[in-house]
T-cell receptor, first 114, second 116 residues
Framework: AQKITQTQPGMFVQEKEAVTLDCTYD???????LFWYKQPSSGEMIFLIY??????QNATEGRYSLNFQKARKSANLVISASQLGDSAMYFC???????????FGSGTRLQVQP | DTGVSQNPRHKITKRGQNVTFRCDPI?????LYWYRQTLGQGPEFLTY????????KSRLLSDRFSAERPKGSFSTLEIQRTEQGDSAMYLC??????????????FGPGTRLTVL
């Protein structure tokens, strides 16, 4: 079984500052992938970034980076230079090679303040 | 390059009625997934297709739920005899089988179902 824990129900950040959203995971699989998605109020899940369990370097995509600490089973999302448009729900998810379904956490609501 | 589309975007129905949702994946994607999301929660997996074959179903997918992907392109999700507990956002996602450990799934805008 897989599990994702996001301990921050809500976060506030000032515009142009960096913010870290926490994610810890539990999986018995040796080979797996970690994902972050953004869900604005419109409802669509927008893919942000992916980290494979065997990737030695942390993934980066523009202003998004994933702080992957395999031994601690954590995959925190770092958003640099926050923008007002970053205000949304953010979900961490894990998937393995054997089972195609993703397991999601309960999400973190990020609010960027001007 | 169009993304995943879902229709309708909103559906209001009375308890006991049947409803059907449609999902059109990204054109070259051979995998298609259905998830359900209730208020304040992350999406929960319902079922998954590779081409036209339904390869996995969650225990959440009761006998009242059925999904098809007849030609390996679009998919439909039908809920029979709807209950108030079926009220949720139904999300469809698609992916292309890749060499990565886990495919990246791209989601549609969802269908919000309200059962009165």
């Amino acid at each position: 079984a897989q599990k994702i824990t996001q301990t921050q129900p809500g976060m506030f950040v000032q515009e142009k500052e960096a913010v870290t959203l926490d994610c810890t995971y539990d999986t018995s699989d040796q080979s797996y992938g970690l994902f972050w998605y953004k869900q604005p109020s419109s409802g669509e899940m927008i893919f942000l970034i992916y980290q494979g369990s065997y990737d030695e370097q942390n993934a980066t995509e523009g202003r998004y980076s994933l702080n992957f600490q395999k031994a601690r089973k954590s995959a925190n999302l770092v958003i640099s230079a926050s923008q007002l448009g970053d205000s949304a729900m953010y979900f961490c998810a894990v998937g393995d090679t054997g089972r195609r379904a993703l397991t999601f956490g309960s999400g973190t609501r990020l609010q960027v303040q001007p | 390059d169009t993304g995943v589309s879902q229709n309708p975007r909103h559906k209001i129905t009375k308890r006991g009625q049947n409803v059907t949702f449609r999902c059109d994946p990204i054109s070259e994607h051979n995998r298609l997934y259905w998830y359900r999301q209730t208020l304040g929660q992350g999406p929960e997996f319902l079922t998954y297709f590779q081409n036209e074959a339904q390869l996995e179903k969650s225990r959440l997918l009761s006998d009242r739920f059925s999904a098809e992907r007849p030609k390996g392109s679009f998919s439909t999700l039908e809920i029979q005899r709807t209950e108030q507990g079926d009220s949720a956002m139904y999300l469809c996602a698609s992916s292309l089988r890749s060499e990565l450990y886990t495919d990246t799934q791209y989601f549609g805008p969802g269908t919000r179902l309200t059962v009165l």
